[in-house]
């Protein structure tokens, strides 16, 4: 994965930056010609502009733009990219208005102003983060008004990110009914279970284990609340090979998937993510060839 800045800039890889004091960034922004950025704000706000301060969920900006405006000092980190395999390139840029923002990126956790993977560092709004080849998951985004800041765009463009998931891939009517006997689950197993540990049931509660999952039962669901800043899945036991994938929007498949684990030839497997989509539903499939597998999901909220 190679990341480069516009030919104005350069770019920190990560908070070893000399500012560890925590949140208040009070290193000062210098411009290339050696002069300290004293310039004045004025309220060029419009009609359009979105204040920072009132967006308080995650929100989404593949291949969008977004208008915002915010006082001195605010920090929002909600706004975020989600990136599949196969992609080409990641541009995340800062432009146009007045005032000074600051633009900080993590992947896959949450971004602040001492926890990021890359910070450009300009004076003005004029900032921007190309990532070649960037990992799957989810960038986070934060915007700090060093100065205020009026009439900003900002948006992430996403190149060559694949797109050819089959929005009508029905898992369920491509499981053969025979391939696994129900007869094979041992009997004191089943009886010992209740309703959220029933494999046979696709929901699953945050918290209680699927017992004894076998190839038969391969897709469930969970809702997500609002507010879920954790959700950890873990797949271990029994014998044979089973794959975990998860997507956030429609049934996963080995090739329509957001995250995966296949961790070899067995049946451990863990996906972390944080800041899921949330006030939604999440799918989860179990691929290969597999029995007595326990399958948990694990959700933290702030």
Avoid at 123 to 131: A, D, F, K, L, Y
Avoid at 134 to 158: C, D, K, M
Wanted: charged share 20%; no cysteine.
């Amino acid at each position: 994965m190679t990341v480069e800045v516009g030919a104005s800039g350069i770019i920190d890889k990560g908070p070893s930056d000399t500012n560890t004091s925590g949140e208040t960034d009070t290193s000062g922004e210098t411009d290339t010609s050696g002069g300290t950025d004293t310039s004045t704000e004025t309220d060029t706000s419009s009609e359009n502009d979105t204040p920072l301060d009132t967006i308080t969920s995650p929100y989404k900006l593949n291949n969008i733009s977004l208008n915002v405006s915010a006082l001195q000092d605010e920090f929002n980190s909600h706004l975020y990219v989600d990136v599949t395999e196969n992609t080409n390139k990641l541009v995340i840029t800062t432009t146009g208005g007045t005032g000074d923002v600051d633009l900080y990126v993590k992947f896959d956790d949450a971004v602040t102003k001492t926890n990021y993977d890359y910070r450009p560092y300009q004076t003005g709004n004029e900032e921007s983060v190309v990532i070649e080849s960037p990992a799957a998951g989810r960038y986070n985004i934060g915007l700090y008004a060093y100065n205020e800041f009026h009439g900003l765009t900002v948006s992430a463009q996403i190149d060559g990110a694949v797109t050819e998931e089959p929005v009508t891939e029905e898992p369920v009517t491509e499981e053969p009914v025979t391939e696994e006997p129900v007869t094979e689950e041992p009997v004191t197993e089943v009886v010992e279970l209740t309703a959220e540990q029933e494999p046979s049931n696709p929901t699953i509660t945050n918290g209680i284990a699927k017992v004894g999952v076998t190839s038969s039962n391969r897709y469930f669901s969970m809702f997500i609340p609002e507010g879920t800043t954790r959700m950890a899945v873990t797949t271990e036991g029994g014998t044979g090979d089973a794959d975990l994938y998860v997507n956030p929007y429609s049934w996963p498949s080995e090739y329509n998937r957001y995250w995966r684990s296949t961790n070899g030839s067995t049946n451990n497997e863990y996906i972390e993510v944080n800041y899921p989509h949330s006030g939604a539903y999440m799918y989860f499939y179990l691929s290969g060839e597999f029995e007595g597998v326990k399958l948990k999901v694990q959700l933290l909220s702030e």
